[in-house]
């Protein structure tokens, strides 16, 4: 792909719309970013300015504007504003998406739409968030969602063009591999207060959604083992004062270490990684693990059994025994271990490049736009 517009084109400009509130959905626009600038793409990116300033998408090349993650008037107008001249519009996330159709009403712009995961939420809100589903994918010219099941649920939800594109994990996400998988950085493990006992790593807001409630009923189970592997928990949110009560009242080997910007150290120094959440899409910790050659064990929930494939311990969701059993049946066997490590590297090789994931990107784009004649 030239890195220029074509001869008698103008470049093409894009905005791109972030609620800000993702991790993952916020770094995969950075890299976008980056690799659409580098092809001669203009690129604007929508989003609050404490994602800005987390992910530098001025540093990438790209213009930002301010846009509150609020769907309220001010900030559509905000939004608006800025995709005035936008020769197409591509938004992240289902409120992001939202705000950019209020945007764009009445106007020809075409916007793309990629899911990242699944919005949840329970009672009348549930209903909402499906009614803003319907509206979005009906009004998007085309819908990416990063695994199999968001692709079905856009269809039916009425998407008219719904297509699977994997998003790939970002190289600064990327934890580097040591040169021995079996040398745990001391240090790390010393500060957790794992020093001569398996550590465990978790990591993810702390809310409903992420299991933890059901990881603290198998660290129950774990308590009683010698040594007792601790469980460090990184990550904050509403549940923090409920999970450390019964961490305190029920005397578990459970840190909560709060929000930390040195997971790649985590993992690295980590026995096993654990993801227990009710609903993950493409699961940035996950991935992270499996680049990193840490064993994992995971719920087989959303798109964690096509993206883990076979290098991975799944549990069903919600079972604290079966999630306890297995944690103790991997610490005992280092030859299964070393196995899922193998298997890992494998898994992690097949995933798409930063490259192709902007390819394939802006492949969608030079359908949906036509030629631009030079101003």
């Given at each position: 792909?030239?890195?220029n517009?074509?001869?008698g084109?103008?470049?093409l400009?894009?905005?791109?719309?972030l609620?800000?509130?993702n991790?993952?959905?916020?770094?995969?626009?950075?890299?976008l970013?980056?690799?659409?600038?580098?092809r001669g793409?203009?690129?604007t990116v929508?989003?609050?300015?404490e994602?800005?300033?987390a992910?530098?998408?001025?540093g990438?090349g790209a213009e930002?504007?301010?846009?509150?993650?609020s769907?309220?008037?001010v900030?559509?107008?905000?939004?608006?504003?800025?995709?005035?001249?936008?020769?197409l519009?591509?938004?992240?996330g289902l409120?992001a998406?939202?705000?950019?159709v209020?945007?764009?009403?009445g106007r020809?712009?075409?916007?793309?739409?990629?899911?990242?995961n699944r919005?949840?939420?329970e009672?009348?809100r549930?209903?909402l968030?499906?009614v803003l589903?319907r509206?979005?994918?009906?009004?998007?010219a085309?819908?990416?969602g990063?695994?199999?099941d968001?692709?079905?649920r856009?269809?039916?939800s009425?998407a008219?063009?719904a297509r699977?594109?994997?998003?790939?994990l970002?190289?600064?996400?990327?934890p580097a591999?040591p040169d021995?998988?079996?040398?745990?950085?001391?240090?790390?493990?010393?500060?957790?207060?794992s020093?001569?006992r398996?550590?465990?790593i978790a990591?993810?807001s702390l809310d409903?959604?992420?299991?933890?409630?059901?990881?603290?009923?198998a660290?129950r189970?774990?308590r009683?083992?010698?040594?007792?592997?601790l469980?460090?928990i990184?990550?904050e949110g509403s549940?923090r004062?409920e999970?450390?009560?019964r961490i305190?009242d029920?005397?578990?080997?459970v840190?909560l270490l709060?929000r930390r910007?040195d997971?790649?150290e985590?993992?690295a120094?980590?026995?096993?990684?654990?993801?227990t959440?009710?609903?993950?899409s493409r699961s940035?910790?996950a991935q992270e693990?499996?680049?990193a050659?840490v064993p994992?064990?995971?719920?087989?929930v959303g798109?964690i059994?096509d993206?883990?494939?076979?290098?991975?311990?799944l549990?069903?969701?919600?079972?604290?025994k079966?999630l306890?059993?297995?944690?103790?049946?991997l610490?005992a066997?280092?030859e299964?271990r070393?196995?899922?490590?193998?298997?890992?590297?494998r898994?992690?090789?097949?995933?798409?490049t930063e490259?192709?994931?902007?390819?394939q990107?802006?492949s969608?784009?030079?359908e949906l736009?036509?030629?631009?004649?030079?101003?």
């Open positions: 792909m030239s890195s517009a074509p001869l084109r103008a470049p400009r894009t905005v791109q719309v609620g800000g509130g991790a993952g959905s916020s770094a995969h626009v950075r890299s970013a980056e690799g659409l600038v580098a793409v203009r690129v929508c989003a609050p300015v994602a800005d300033r992910y530098d998408f001025t990438a930002h504007v301010h846009v509150p993650r769907s309220d008037p900030s559509v107008a905000a939004l608006r504003t800025a995709c005035t001249d936008a020769d519009v591509h938004a992240h409120h998406s939202f705000r950019a209020l945007a764009l009403g020809t712009t075409p916007l793309v739409v990629t899911w990242h919005a949840h939420a009672g009348a549930a209903h968030l499906r589903e509206r979005v994918v009906r009004t998007a085309v819908v990416l990063t695994t199999s968001l692709v079905d856009a269809r039916r009425g008219r063009d699977l594109a994997a998003v790939a970002p190289g600064r996400r990327r591999v021995d998988p079996d040398r745990l950085p001391p240090k790390v493990r010393a500060e957790l207060g020093t001569g398996p550590l465990l990591v993810g409903g959604l992420r299991g933890y409630d059901v990881l603290l009923d660290a189970t774990w009683d083992l010698d040594p007792a592997p469980v460090a990184a990550g549940l004062a999970l450390r009560r305190a029920e005397e578990l080997p840190r709060g910007e997971v790649p985590l993992l120094a980590a026995d096993v990684a654990l993801v959440s009710k609903f993950e940035v910790l693990a499996l680049y050659r994992l064990v995971a719920t087989a798109g059994p993206l883990v494939g076979d290098a991975a311990e549990v069903p969701y919600g079972d604290a079966a306890a059993d297995t944690v103790v049946r610490l066997d280092p299964r070393e196995a899922l490590r193998e298997r890992g590297a898994q992690a090789a097949g995933w798409p490259d192709e994931t902007v390819a990107v802006l969608v784009y030079d736009t036509q030629p631009r004649p030079l101003a």
